[in-house]
């Protein structure tokens, strides 16, 4: 389900963001494309460090949008590429996901895997 242009992208350096929706509304962080792991299921395994407020919008509301891209992929219309990400998350803190994420972070507190629900290139 994650296209070889996504991929692609997550190649270049970059930045991602991660919106969710809480009790007090909305709420986006950041991460770095090269923190993102792609599990053999194609869940998107991202290092958790601090993330206590998204932690706490998924405990009540598992939907997320995730948007990135780079100017260095060539997208739909010429340079530049990105996607629009739709998915249910979860924040995990042991297990094999935790564990292949601890070894890369150590300060990794949990493993934010996302599910995709739809992938989408925007541009």
Same mark, same amino acid.
């Given at each position: 389900? @994650?296209p070889?242009? /996504? /991929?692609?992208i ?7 963001? @991660?919106a ?7 709420h ?9 792991? @792609?599990?053999?299921?194609?869940r998107?395994? @991202? ?16 939907e997320v949008?995730?948007? /990135?891209g780079?100017s260095?992929v &060539?997208?739909?219309?010429?340079? *530049?590429?990105?996607f629009l ?9 042991? *297990?094999?996901?935790f564990?292949?994420?601890k070894?890369?972070f150590?300060? /990794?507190?949990?493993?934010?895997a996302?599910?995709?629900? &739809?992938? &989408?290139q925007t541009?």
């Open positions: 389900m @994650i070889e242009k /996504l /991929l692609e997550l190649k270049q350096d970059g930045i991602v963001a @991660i969710t929706l809480g009790q007090e509304g909305p986006m962080v950041n991460t770095w494309h090269s923190y993102i792991s @792609i599990s053999a299921d194609g998107l395994l @991202i290092p958790a460090g601090y993330m206590q407020r998204t932690e706490a919008n998924i405990s009540c509301n598992p949008l995730i948007t /990135l780079s260095k &060539t997208g739909l219309h010429g340079p *530049g590429a990105g990400i739709k998915g249910t998350a979860v924040f995990i803190t042991s *297990g094999p996901d564990d292949l994420l070894s890369k150590d300060w /990794l507190r949990a493993t934010l996302v599910t995709p629900v &739809t992938v &989408t541009w």
